[in-house]
């Protein structure tokens, strides 16, 4: 195998796939009014208003849990980031730039926040509960995915993708964790830490990913724009068709490699268009890669209504079971027990919230 100069820091600048625990994979408040577009968005929220239900997913610097607030009671999602473990790991930045920008966005494929605030240990986001569970949860039942399944979630993703691009944002952290079911089927995605506003013309050079996801020109710190976004796609068609990602290995330093250098593999015997779209999509020079215009042309899409997709009316291929408002089967189980570590951070740090 080829080596290359990666980066040194590259490692600590990736986040980690969201698991269930036996997955190898996996006080007095400051408040914020977000927005006046919904009864939700215009209340002020503090800690003592919730009581916790339980955990539905982890991740490097945030617990999301399913939470009743008191008031209305109304269940919602609290999703509580450590201040210590944000500043350790320097996604303060990343973090101050996914309240802002989730409070401005409004489209059906992202998830909703209705709020933030803070206290001395944690911030917190209130979004709302979409009841189906990760697509990466359905996948991993399923093992892998029919081309017509597969077809309808990519679409949903191109839309949502074309919705941000569109709004100058680059999304940079697709994988079947962060795209959430809705009760009827449809996707959300989540987690906008990585986010980054992004003129056409321009390149941002930050580190970020999960390793099995990234594009090569983010490893090769060669600048990266819109098209990164692409090869996520890729990555993701692949993955629901397969069962797995194309680059994988146990050191992330190896998944890299095979990502500068391998061709991904493909069998003859699969569906043409499928196999077409994902080659041009992980095509390794972002300047050659597949763009907008050709996906949304390109025959793998063939009979999809674009219009239909944005607006809710192509019709999912798999209903989540879903027995009521309060039903949170389709989520893992984690253990409940909360670290609240050992650095005092001042509440001056994060004024937004």
Not at 44 to 53: A, C, G, P, V, W
Not at 61 to 68: F, G, H, S
Request: hydrophobic share 35%.
């Amino acid at each position: 195998m080829k080596n290359s100069n990666l980066p040194n820091n590259f490692r600590n600048t990736t986040t980690t796939r969201l698991q269930p625990p036996h997955h190898s994979r996996r006080n007095s408040t400051n408040s914020t009014q977000i927005s006046l577009l919904n009864p939700l968005l215009s209340r002020r929220y503090r800690l003592e208003y919730f009581e916790t239900i339980r955990t539905i997913g982890i991740g490097s610097c945030a617990r999301v849990q399913l939470a009743k607030f008191l008031p209305t009671h109304e269940i919602l999602v609290l999703k509580t980031m450590k201040k210590s473990r944000i500043i350790r790991k320097r996604q303060v930045e990343h973090v101050k730039n996914e309240r802002k920008i989730l409070s401005e966005l409004r489209s059906p494929f992202i998830i909703r926040m209705y709020g933030s605030f803070q206290d001395k240990q944690n911030i917190y986001l209130v979004e709302e509960f979409v009841q189906g569970g990760e697509l990466y949860s359905y996948l991993k039942r399923s093992r892998s995915l029919s081309v017509s399944k597969a077809r309808f979630y990519a679409a949903e993703v191109v839309s949502v993708f074309k919705y941000l691009h569109r709004n100058c944002l680059i999304y940079r952290d697709l994988k079947p964790e962060n795209i959430i079911l809705t009760s009827e089927g449809h996707i959300k995605l989540v987690d906008f830490g990585f986010v980054k506003n992004l003129d056409e013309d321009d390149k941002t050079y930050t580190l970020c990913g999960t390793p099995e996801y990234v594009a090569p020109e983010i490893i090769s710190q060669a600048g990266h724009s819109y098209p990164a976004d692409w090869w996520t796609l890729g990555i993701l068609i692949y993955e629901m068709l397969f069962g797995k990602a194309p680059f994988l290995d146990k050191n992330p330093y190896f998944i890299y490699q095979k990502i500068l250098h391998d061709e991904v593999k493909l069998p003859e015997s699969m569906d043409p268009y499928a196999r077409d779209i994902i080659l041009q999509l992980l095509n390794k020079n972002p300047d050659s890669r597949i763009s907008l215009a050709r996906i949304s042309t390109h025959f793998f899409f063939k009979g999809i209504s674009w219009t239909e997709v944005d607006t809710l009316n192509l019709k999912p291929p798999f209903r989540p079971n879903v027995s009521g408002p309060l039903d949170d089967s389709n989520f893992d189980k984690f253990e409940e027990t909360i670290n609240h570590g050992d650095i005092k951070t001042a509440l001056e740090m994060f004024p937004e919230f």
